[in-house]
C-alpha cells in the first residue's frame, strides 16, 4: 500500500510521489481541457456506493456516458439475460431462501475456492436431506468433498460431502446441456403448466421448440448423454423448492446471456419462482459490484433513474450514447480517448488479450487511478502520463459507507481504522475534483462532502433505495425494495415472465492457426483459491494440488494421445497470442477441453463478445497445443 500519491509524467520510468492537492490540481486542470466524449469513468466492485454514485454524477454532469464497471467482465450477462426473461436484474431470492430450498443447483461455478461460506450453505442443504446437483466441466474437488484449509479438523478428516449428483458437460455446452433437462421435465409430464400458460409469454412457441430437439444433437452439443440430463430432469421434477444458482462459467461465453435464458427458462417451467425457498442466484463475488450498477455505473441509466436524477438535483444530463468497458478501451487503441478516472479495480489485468490492453491504455495520455494495493495495472499501459491515488479502504472510512450485497441486501459500514492517517478516503478525492472542474451553477459538489447528504441524494433517485435516507439515524440495514419476486407477479411490463428461445449453436471464441504438431482444443479458464479476482496472493492452489500457476490442466486421455506425460511442457496459442512452457497436469476434465489460471492466460483471450451483453468470452476459447521444444 501507498502512503501518498505517485505520478509519472509521460515516457518517464519511474513513479514519484507528489501531494494530494498536487495530484488533484493536476486532474482537475487536465478533465477541464479534455473534450467530455473522449473520457471514461470506470469503476470495480471494491468502491462503496457513495463514491460509486458520486463519480458516475460528476461523470454525467462533465458531460461523458463512458461510464462502466467491472460487471462487463463478469456478471452482465446474467443482468441482461434476467432482464429480458422475468424483469430484474439480480436475485429473485433472499438468504435465508437457500436454508429451505430441497434442491440447489450449481451451475458454472467453484465455490469452494471463491463462496467458501456458501459451500457450507450447500453442505447444510445436503444435511437436512435436500440435493445439491453440480454442473462444471471440471470435477472441482472441493465440490465433491469440502474441507476448509482453516479449519484443521475438516482437513484431517477429509472434509463433507458436497454434491449429491456432478455433471460435466462439455465447456460452451449449457445451453444444449439445459435444453435437455427441459425436454426430459415434459417428456415426464412434471411441467408446472398452470403456472406457466397464466403467468408467462411464449410458451406455448418454448414447449414446441424443446419437444422437437434431437437428444443425440443434444448429446453432442452439450457432451452430456440422455442418461445424465434425463437423471437431473427426474431429480428436478421431484423438487418442491429449487434454487438455481451459477457463476462465471455461465456468463464467460459469445452465448452467455443464453446461458441465463435458459436458467430462467427452467426455473419458469416448474414454477419455482416467486415463492420461499426457490429461485435464482447470480453469484457475484466482487464485494460491492451489485451496488456500483444499481448506483448508475453504467453507459445508460435507467429511464426512471435517468429522469429522477435531472429533476431531483436540478440538472441535465447527456443523451449521447455511452461504451462499455472493453469498447472505451477499443475507442483508446484507436486514439479516441484522452482522460481515463479509474476508481478501484485492475483494468489491465481484468482485460481480455493481454497485449491489446497494455497498448490501449497506453494510448490514453492521462490516467488516474483510486487504489487501496498496487496492483499490475499501475505497471502496465502506464507509458503517458499517470497519477495514483491511494486511498482509503472500507474499514479505515472517516465517514459510514453503504454497500450492496449479491441477495440485494444494503449493508452499513462505520469504518474508523486509521492504519495510514495521511490517506484520503475516494468519496474525497471524487468530490475535490468535481468542485474545482463543474461550477457551482450547475451543481453544487460541495453538499456531498457529508456522506449523509450523498445517501439522500441516492434515495431520492434510485428505486428501492429510499430507506438509505434514513439510515444514519436509525441504523436499519435494508433489503431493497422491488427487488425479490413475492407472488407470480413480475417486474416486466405486463407482470407476466418471458420464455427465451434460444440459439443452440456453440459458439467458441477465437481462432486458431495451422501449425504442424499441434492439436486443438477448447480453453477454459479459472482462479485458484490463492487469489481473489485478478489478484494473486499464493502461487499454491490448494484444491487442484498445485504448487505453481504454470500449469495446462488436460484429461488424461488427451494427454496420452499427444503423446505427452505429466509435467511435459507445453505451447498453447491461438492468433490473439501464445503461452510458453506451461506444465500439463492430469485433471478430471470433459474430454477435449483444457483449463489454466486467469488472468495469466489474458494473453490468449481475444476480444470476441457476447453481443448482447459485451462481456468477452474468457472461459470458451479456441487454442492449439503442441509439446514446447
Excluded at 429480458?84 to 436484474?89: L, M, R, S, Y
Excluded at 445436503?126 to 472441482?140: D, T
Aim: net charge negative; with cysteine; glycine share 8%.
Amino acid at each position: 500500500r501507498l502512503g501518498n500519491p505517485l505520478y509519472k509524467p509521460s515516457g518517464a520510468s519511474h513513479y514519484q510521489p507528489i501531494s494530494y492537492a498536487n495530484a488533484i490540481q493536476r486532474v482537475a486542470d487536465h478533465m477541464k481541457n479534455t473534450k467530455t466524449q473522449r473520457s471514461f469513468f470506470y469503476a470495480s466492485g471494491r468502491s462503496s456506493n457513495e463514491a460509486a454514485f458520486l463519480l458516475q454524477l460528476f461523470a454525467r454532469v462533465y458531460g461523458s456516458n463512458h461510464v462502466n464497471n467491472c460487471s462487463f467482465y463478469c456478471h452482465q450477462a446474467s443482468g441482461v439475460g434476467l432482464n429480458a426473461a422475468i424483469g430484474t436484474g439480480t436475485a429473485t431470492i433472499q438468504y435465508a431462501d437457500l436454508h429451505q430450498a430441497d434442491l440447489i443447483m450449481v451451475l458454472g461455478a467453484n465455490p469452494a475456492s471463491n463462496h467458501p461460506r456458501f459451500v457450507k450453505t450447500l453442505i447444510e442443504c445436503r444435511q437436512r436431506g435436500g440435493e445439491v446437483i453440480v454442473v462444471n466441466p471440471v470435477k472441482e474437488a472441493g465440490l465433491v468433498r469440502f474441507a476448509s484449509p482453516s479449519n484443521f479438523r475438516s482437513m484431517i478428516s477429509g472434509g463433507t460431502e458436497v454434491a449429491s449428483l456432478y455433471v460435466q458437460p462439455a465447456v460452451g455446452g449449457d445451453v444444449a446441456f439445459l435444453s435437455g433437462i427441459a425436454k426430459s421435465v415434459l417428456e415426464r409430464e412434471a411441467a408446472d403448466q398452470s403456472f406457466c400458460r397464466q403467468h408467462c409469454n411464449h410458451f406455448s412457441d418454448y414447449q414446441q421448440f424443446i419437444e422437437q430437439l434431437d437428444w443425440s444433437m443434444l448429446e453432442q452439443q452439450s457432451g452430456v448423454s440422455q442418461q445424465e440430463m434425463e437423471l437431473v430432469a427426474e431429480r428436478y421434477a421431484a423438487s418442491e423448492k429449487t434454487v438455481f444458482a451459477w457463476g462465471m462459467g455461465l456468463t464467460h461465453h459469445r452465448h452467455g446471456t443464453e446461458n441465463i435464458e435458459s436458467v430462467s427458462n427452467l426455473a419458469l417451467l416448474r414454477g419455482m419462482l416467486g415463492k420461499p425457498g426457490s429461485g435464482l442466484l447470480p453469484l457475484r463475488g466482487h464485494s460491492n459490484v451489485q451496488g456500483v450498477g444499481s448506483m448508475g455505473f453504467t453507459p445508460a441509466l435507467k429511464q426512471q433513474v435517468f429522469n429522477a436524477m435531472e429533476q431531483q438535483l436540478a440538472i441535465k444530463l447527456p443523451e449521447t450514447t455511452g461504451m462499455d468497458t472493453l469498447a472505451c478501451l477499443q475507442a483508446a487503441s484507436r486514439g479516441e480517448m484522452d482522460f481515463a478516472f479509474l476508481l478501484g479495480g485492475n483494468l489491465y489485468s481484468a482485460t481480455p488479450d493481454s497485449q491489446f490492453a497494455a497498448r490501449a491504455l497506453s494510448a490514453v495520455p492521462f490516467k488516474v487511478m483510486l487504489s487501496t494495493t498496487l496492483n499490475q495495472s499501475h505497471l502496465f499501459g502506464v507509458e503517458q502520463e499517470t497519477i495514483v491515488l491511494p486511498v482509503r479502504a472500507r474499514d479505515e472510512e472517516q465517514q459510514p459507507t453503504t454497500q450492496e450485497s449479491m441477495f440485494n441486501f444494503v449493508r452499513l459500514s462505520d469504518g474508523g481504522f486509521d492504519r495510514i492517517p495521511q490517506l484520503l478516503p475516494e468519496a474525497d478525492i471524487i468530490g475535490q475534483v468535481a468542485e474545482q472542474v463543474v461550477d457551482k451553477s450547475v451543481l453544487d459538489f460541495s453538499q456531498f462532502r457529508k456522506h449523509r447528504n450523498i445517501r439522500e441524494a441516492i434515495a431520492k433517485v434510485v428505486p428501492g433505495f429510499e430507506a438509505l435516507a434514513e439510515i444514519d439515524d436509525s441504523k436499519q440495514e435494508f433489503h431493497i425494495a422491488g427487488r425479490q419476486l413475492q407472488g407470480a407477479r413480475f417486474p416486466t411490463q405486463d407482470g407476466r415472465a418471458n420464455f427465451r428461445l434460444p440459439d443452440l449453436l456453440q459458439k467458441t471464441s477465437g481462432t486458431v492457426p495451422h501449425a504442424a504438431g499441434a492439436t486443438t482444443f477448447t480453453l477454459t479458464t479459472v482462479r485458484s483459491e490463492g487469489q481473489f479476482n485478478t489478484i494473486i496472493f499464493n502461487e499454491k492452489d490448494v484444491y487442484r494440488q498445485q504448487t505453481h500457476r504454470q500449469v495446462l490442466f488436460m484429461h488424461p486421455a488427451d494427454i496420452i494421445k499427444m503423446g505427452l506425460q505429466e509435467g511435459d511442457a507445453v505451447d498453447v496459442s491461438n492468433e490473439t497470442g501464445t503461452m510458453c512452457g506451461l506444465k500439463v497436469s492430469a485433471f478430471d476434465i470433459h474430454e477435449g477441453d483444457v483449463m489454466t489460471y486467469f488472468p495469466e492466460a489474458n494473453i490468449l483471450i481475444p476480444q470476441e463478445i457476447d453481443s448482447r451483453s459485451c462481456t468477452p468470452a474468457f472461459k470458451s476459447v479456441a487454442v492449439q497445443i503442441k509439446k514446447s521444444p
